[in-house]
């Protein structure tokens, strides 16, 4: 039976993903040195936010995410002795939270994925994107109705609470990555531009991640990295 919790809109912690992975990863476990960047959460319970779109309010977003349970990764953000974005994972279990990491979804995976990472150039992409990584989730959301979303959300569904991050092509040096309808559709990449994706409330943005991100992550998580789908501009 699932258990219900009062829903507390807040951001405890958000992680920025990062792209400097070495093409080889060293897996580690709930009680890797503190000064690794990334951790492997084993077998835990955990929210996968990699293809879900949001709703923004009061410039906070909250994304509509898939509840999975595995290996995933994400920055560890080790913070006292011993304590990271595993540990704060697990103790979620009967705390009324879960913590958003990152595993690769099947959906954008060749050739039987009916979505797949559109790029949003560096150079011109003006848009506001949804960081999960580290975001924050709780559990009093699943299966009910959430504002900004049309439909109540399925016991295998979670709303965590987002960082954004808007584009600004005048210092990018490269662009980012959200997640799409496969085969490629051109007029998707309007979420690309600030006239459709903002912080303003009310909008709806998709969760993103510098370009790379995606494909180093999977790399060091699983060691290889499957064709993906891509859309390019």
Do not use: H
């Not at 040195?33 to 492997?40: A, E, M, T, V, W």
């Amino acid at each position: 039976m699932k258990n219900k919790w009062i829903f507390a809109p807040i951001i405890i912690a958000a992680f920025v993903l990062m792209i400097a992975i070495g093409n080889t990863a060293q897996a580690a476990n709930i009680s890797a040195k503190s000064s690794s960047k990334f951790i492997i959460c084993s077998g835990q319970t955990y929210a996968l936010c990699a293809t879900a779109s949001c709703f923004v309010m009061d410039g906070v977003s909250y994304c509509s995410c898939n509840i999975e349970n595995g290996d995933s990764i994400s920055l560890a953000d080790s913070f006292d002795n011993g304590q990271n974005v595993c540990t704060v994972n697990a103790q979620g279990v009967s705390n009324g939270y879960m913590v958003s990491t990152y595993s690769l979804p099947d959906s954008v995976v060749a050739p039987n994925g009916d979505q797949a990472l559109y790029t949003c150039p560096g150079q011109s992409s003006t848009g506001a994107y949804a960081q999960c990584d580290g975001g924050l989730c709780f559990a009093s959301t699943e299966g009910v109705t959430f504002p900004g979303f049309s439909q109540p959300l399925s016991d295998s569904q979670i709303i965590c609470s987002c960082p954004i991050t808007v584009a600004n092509p005048s210092t990018a040096t490269l662009g980012y990555q959200i997640v799409g309808p496969y085969p490629c559709q051109k007029s998707f990449f309007k979420n690309c531009s600030r006239l459709v994706a903002n912080k303003k409330t009310g909008s709806q943005i998709y969760v993103g991640a510098p370009t790379g991100t995606p494909k180093a992550l999977t790399r060091a998580l699983y060691g290889s990295v499957p064709k993906i789908n891509q859309c390019l501009p």
